[in-house]
């Protein structure tokens, strides 16, 4: 039993320790998470906005299309593929 102050203290310690780095665990998992998140919400805010520009482009080529303007300068002034402004007809 002379040995059992210091068999306790190393004890605690190593639990301590072990919650320490369980604690860290955590905070490295609920960061990790954050930043996935804004990344995620980045990058969908980003392709929203290609979208609407791709929507808006394909709409303007529709006017166009209807005001019979020339084909190439529809896929000049909107920047659509001919693909796409075939796809409009």
Same mark, same amino acid.
């Given at each position: 039993?002379?040995?059992?102050?210091?068999?306790?203290?190393?004890?605690?310690?190593?639990?301590?320790?072990?919650?320490?780095?369980?604690?860290?665990?955590?905070?490295?998992?609920?960061?990790? +998470? =954050?930043? *996935? /998140? @804004? !990344? $995620? +919400? =980045?990058? *969908? /805010? @980003? !392709? $929203? +906005?290609?979208? *609407?520009?791709?929507?808006?482009?394909?709409?303007?080529?529709?006017?166009?299309?209807?005001?019979?303007?020339?084909?190439?300068?529809?896929?000049?002034?909107?920047?659509?593929?001919?693909?796409?402004?075939?796809?409009?007809?």
């Amino acid at each position: 039993y002379k040995n059992y102050p210091r068999m306790k203290r190393e004890y605690l310690d190593a639990m301590q320790s072990e919650s320490i780095t369980a604690m860290e665990m955590e905070e490295a998992r609920q960061q990790a +998470l =954050a930043e *996935g /998140h @804004a !990344e $995620g +919400l =980045a990058k *969908g /805010h @980003a !392709e $929203g +906005l290609k979208e *609407g520009e791709r929507q808006k482009a394909l709409e303007t080529a529709r006017k166009m299309t209807a005001e019979n303007c020339e084909r190439s300068l529809i896929l000049k002034v909107t920047g659509i593929t001919e693909e796409d402004l075939d796809s409009l007809s």
